[in-house]
């Protein structure tokens, strides 16, 4: 069984502060992709890496994937109270072809004004 | 529509119950999955179709829990004589089921077993 393991579980910081989310597995992934959640709504897709070593920009948002694809990591630059939320990351592991994505436990990020 | 649906988006029953829960994906859409998601966790695979393949199951928790997808379309997940258990957010999402895998989720239903 592929397990996918994110840290950390909590993180409450204060506005202005820079935060880094980690995601990582023992597997490789064919791609990976980073969603945002807040209550009572369903994830929402913020960016998807497949190329290892591949850094995306979304705003103040940075993402990276691991040159050997095992790894992601989410920064945050200068968060604000509207970032707060749970952060999943979820993965497609290429040794299974399963079309399903892997999620990890989450990340929420409280961000006090 | 625009986006996924579901419904209901709260649904509270009694243990013993059997209860449906509905999902409309997005339009064009090849491949539909359930995920259950518990409190604050992450989501948890149930079931994935694509096409008229036959659905992979191999995330179901139970043999109470069963689901469809008439037409390529909506979809029904059936959980027969709940549990508590069962309690948890079930969310479905749809994608164009290319090699990169992005889905588009739905609000949810909030079941809750007492």
């Known amino acids: 069984t592929q397990l996918l393991e994110q840290s950390p579980q909590f993180l409450s910081i204060q506005e202005g502060e820079n935060l880094t989310v980690y995601c990582n597995s023992s597997?490789?992934?064919?791609?990976l992709q980073w969603y945002r959640q807040e209550p009572g709504e369903g994830p929402v897709l913020l960016v998807t890496v497949v190329t290892g070593g591949e850094v995306k920009k979304l705003k103040r948002l940075t993402f990276q994937f691991g040159d050997a694809r095992k790894d992601s990591s989410l920064h945050i630059t200068a968060a604000q109270p509207g970032d707060t939320g749970l952060y999943l990351c979820a993965g497609a592991f290429m040794d299974t072809g399963r079309r399903a994505l892997t999620f990890g436990s989450g990340t929420r990020l409280q961000v006090q004004p | 529509g625009a986006g996924v649906s579901q419904s209901p988006s709260n649904k509270v029953t009694e243990k013993g119950k059997d209860v449906e829960l509905r999902c409309d994906p997005i339009?064009?859409?090849?491949?539909l999955y359930w995920y259950r998601q518990s409190l604050g966790q992450g989501l948890e695979f149930l079931i994935y179709?694509?096409?008229?393949?036959?659905?992979?199951k191999s995330g179901l928790p139970s043999d109470r829990f069963s689901a469809e997808r008439t037409g390529g379309s909506v979809s029904t997940l059936t959980i027969q004589r709940t549990q508590q258990e069962d309690s948890a957010v079930y969310l479905c999402a749809s994608s164009q089921d290319r090699v990169v895998n992005e889905q588009f989720f739905g609000p949810g239903t909030r079941l809750t077993v007492l």
């Open positions: 179709f694509q096409g008229n393949s036959a659905p992979d």
């Open positions: 597997s490789v992934f064919s791609s």
């Open positions: 339009s064009g859409h090849t491949a």
